[in-house]
């Protein structure tokens, strides 16, 4: 499984060679067969340009995630992540950068693995099996 991190601007990615061994088994316990995952971090201008443009959404947001493959085919996924609206998030419900930026890319692979965040129960689950992942990888929300 290929794991890449693009930026359209600086951001820094602590962990980067464990956080890809990290996401390959994460996708190994979800059960999700995956040939690629793209993590392309950007600018707000940028992700909210996406969102008018594929999903018909004016309105900022942290992530957008597509699935580029062909139906039955493995996933081969793109992540937009972006960076301005992570650090506001973080400040917002005070983490640090990192933690929430780990929330987010786990929170959208979780999409890909059947999760959504739709309803109050579904984000609830979904936000138990963030903190889940988020302890494996031994940054319990909050500390980092």
């Given amino acids: 499984m290929e794991i890449k991190f693009f930026s359209q601007l600086p951001v820094h990615l602590k962990e980067r060679k464990r956080l ?5 088994d994460f996708m190994i316990n979800e059960g999700v067969t995956c040939t ?3 993590f392309i971090f950007c600018d707000d201008e940028y992700l909210l340009e996406i969102n008018r443009r594929f999903l018909d959404h004016d309105f900022y947001t942290d992530i957008i995630s597509f699935n580029l493959a062909v139906a039955g085919a493995p996933l081969e996924a793109e992540f937009y992540i972006s960076v301005p609206r992570v650090r506001e998030n973080a ?4 983490f640090t950068f990192h933690l929430e930026l780990l929330r987010v890319i786990i929170h959208g692979v979780l999409h890909f693995a059947g999760f959504d965040d739709k309803t109050p129960y579904a984000k609830k689950k979904m936000t138990k099996r963030e903190d889940y992942y988020l302890n494996l990888f031994h940054v319990p929300r909050g500390t980092t």
Avoid: A, I, T, V
Wanted: glycine residues 0%; positive net charge; aromatic residues 8%.
């Fill in 36 to 38: 690629s995952l793209h």
């Fill in 91 to 94: 400040r917002k419900h005070q």
């Fill in 20 to 24: 890809k061994q990290f996401l390959k």
